[in-house]
């Protein structure tokens, strides 16, 4: 009988990724633990897709955070249903309150945060990147884009927001 790898959801992925943040002795250690945990759920998966959802972030007040962040949460809830057995999932998702307590996250500053997410591109811990609407005016996804670029083995797809069709059935990949 052919060995057939379990469906892991997001919430099972994000999960396994939080308790491995929460065991970084320091804020320096978070990036390895991210790595090696990611690394060890392909291995231990090998046809398991783990997307990341890149666009903007930042905004010119809290509101616009907040909708931006709550705009990246929504595509990957979309593009998750479309991909059923995918781990599809947005940096505003991936850690936890408590593990950013323990990684400081809030608090490292907006360079040290989009570096982060380009080096976990450049890891190979993702086979999938989903750009959303305006991610050209996003230091960090231009970041995480490049960082795609670079490697062979992740598939760039780009949503397009069409007024005729709803988001997640348009979505065009290099």
Known sequence: MPFESPIISKEHALTGLNEALLQAETPDLAY??????????????????????????????????KNNKARLVMYSNEIGIQKPGAVIFSCPEA????????????????NRKRTLWQQMVLAGIFTDIYMTPGWEKSEGAWLEYEAARNRKDVAIHFIIDSADEPPNQNIQTT
């Open 32 to 65: 390895n633990r991210i790595v090696t945990y990611f690394h060890g759920l392909r291995n231990a998966n090998p046809d398991l897709h783990i997307g990341l959802i890149s666009g903007r972030v930042s905004g010119i007040d809290d509101d616009a955070v």
């Open 95 to 110: 850690f936890s309150d408590e593990a950013k307590t323990k990684i400081k996250y809030e608090t490292m500053g907006d």
